[in-house]
């Protein structure tokens, strides 16, 4: 469909980065062309000329714009983004090379501000939280891998003081780090929840979908049947107020660790949200759940098959198309949960299994296309955790059937980052709307307006814009 004059315009003043290389902005007073989002100063209406290509606009006599690059991105490369992602990559493999953020900052190349503000666009952090992160992450694999001392892997890692290893451990991973290292001997394990935490909103999350085949909420005993590495296997959790109790054998119980930290929502930085909320003035946003978190699906590909399902229908519809897709495809557990379907096994139907399950034509297509990608290679869900929230977002939105919405909720929901915004979700519209007493719903653009405010904690504000109507869970 090709978009008027009228709409390209509109875009270009919303800055709307999706439109990128769909055309060009050529402005004629300054002989320069540039991308839809470009941040220079917006040019008159009277003075711009579209272009479908960089050719056609250097043809017209026009430059390249040197802030937003244009012929780098339509040749699909992006050497501010690769400097960053390299660089971050330098500091996950050796985190101890790295004294602190001014450290990161000196390496790069760029100036201060423009480091904090590439870490915020493209990994929704700072440089000295990455860092941090990066440090516990190198502990966690030489905890796992090694029989060294503590002191010798908290200094390894880059931490000065143990005092420090040891309470960011806690504070990120629910355990301390010997009992960390203990998961090597299988067993069950206890996660020390934090201060205040809200377990009525966990328990709801938990239980959305009072039908589901897979996962079951039984006063505090949550089981589920999830994907692991070595295979389907069975999760129960009993939760309490002070911590959250699971079991698995030495192979994979630092993989449970993984999936019950992110079913908790342990990892996220609640209380930062809660403090921007309360200095915009929105303390009625977060009343009443202060320490509200978004509970991680237990794998990527849960999360995508969600989010492929869910789209365009109401709820209870989406539960029971992924209720039969559940039925079709896996093997009742002993207990009697189905474990969830694997790539591999959605991969081997044809659209006509999945219509008589009241499947539209397109979703069957895009859940099978999809699941084809993955077994074929093509789309490696394992290591999107590990890029950057930009680099995932391209890959994710140049697969068929997934759209921004989709690709947002991915990302929130199932890799945890904590800066996006599902655009289109009637949550986020009619929370928005009853927050700030608008007379409409907000659309698309106002949409990403209002919600830049709470920018680098995009995802908490959606899940509290999600809950804002709803009544506080007991
Ligand atoms: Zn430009």
Request: charged letters at 20%.
């Amino acid at each position: 469909m090709r978009m008027t004059d009228t709409q390209m315009y509109a875009r270009v003043l919303a800055g709307d980065a999706s439109y990128n290389g769909r055309f060009f902005t050529g402005v004629l007073t300054t002989g320069i062309y540039c991308l839809p989002a470009c941040k220079a100063r917006k040019p008159k209406p009277g003075n711009v000329r579209f272009f479908p290509s960089c050719e056609a606009a250097r043809e017209a006599g026009l430059r390249a714009c040197k802030k937003c690059h244009p012929d780098d991105f339509a040749r699909g490369a992006d050497p501010v983004l690769e400097t960053i992602e390299s660089l971050v990559a330098e500091v996950r493999t050796a985190p101890v090379n790295f004294a602190d953020a001014r450290a990161i900052v000196r390496r790069s190349g760029f100036g201060s501000t423009r480091v904090f503000e590439l870490f915020r666009q493209h990994y929704h952090t700072t440089p000295a939280d990455l860092l941090l992160r990066a440090r516990l992450d190198h502990a966690k694999r030489q905890l796992l891998d090694s029989d060294a001392p503590l002191s010798r892997i908290a200094l390894e890692a880059g931490f000065e003081a143990l005092s420090a290893f040891h309470e960011n451990f806690r504070r990120l991973n629910g355990l301390t780090p010997a009992a960390y290292r203990a998961l090597r001997a299988g067993g069950a394990f206890e996660i020390a929840l934090p201060d205040g935490y809200l377990l009525p909103y966990l328990r709801r999350a938990l239980s959305r979908d009072i039908h589901s085949v897979t996962e079951r909420l039984e006063g505090d005993v949550y089981t589920s049947a999830v994907q692991l590495s070595t295979g389907p296997a069975m999760l129960t959790l009993r939760l309490s107020k002070q911590k959250s109790e699971a079991a698995g054998n030495p192979a994979n119980l630092p993989e449970v660790h993984a999936l019950v930290v992110g079913l908790l929502g342990l990892d996220e930085d609640a209380a930062a949200f809660t403090r921007l909320a309360r200095k915009l003035g929105l303390a009625r946003l977060v009343a009443g759940r202060p320490e509200l978190r978004i509970s991680q699906t237990p794998s990527v590909f849960d999360g995508l098959l969600w989010s492929i399902i869910g789209q365009q229908i109401n709820f209870p519809f989406a539960c029971l198309l992924k209720r039969r897709l559940v039925e079709r495809v896996s093997a009742p557990m002993p207990g009697g949960l189905y474990a969830p379907p694997t790539p591999a096994a959605v991969a081997a139907l044809e659209p006509a299994d999945l219509l008589p399950l009241q499947f539209s034509r397109q979703k069957a297509d895009y859940l099978i296309t999809t699941a084809r990608l993955i077994t074929a290679g093509k789309l490696d869900l394992t290591a999107l955790a590990g890029m950057s929230a930009t680099r995932v977002e391209r890959t994710l939105l140049a697969i068929r059937g997934l759209g921004p919405w989709s690709v947002n909720y991915l990302m929130m929901r199932s890799l945890g980052f904590p800066d996006c915004v599902p655009l289109g979700d009637t949550g986020v519209t009619s929370g928005l709307q009853a927050l700030l007493k608008l007379e409409e719903r907000p659309d698309m653009d106002a949409t990403r307006r209002l919600m830049a405010m709470f920018s680098p904690y995009r995802s908490l504000a959606t899940a509290h814009l999600w809950q804002f109507n709803q009544p506080i869970p007991t």
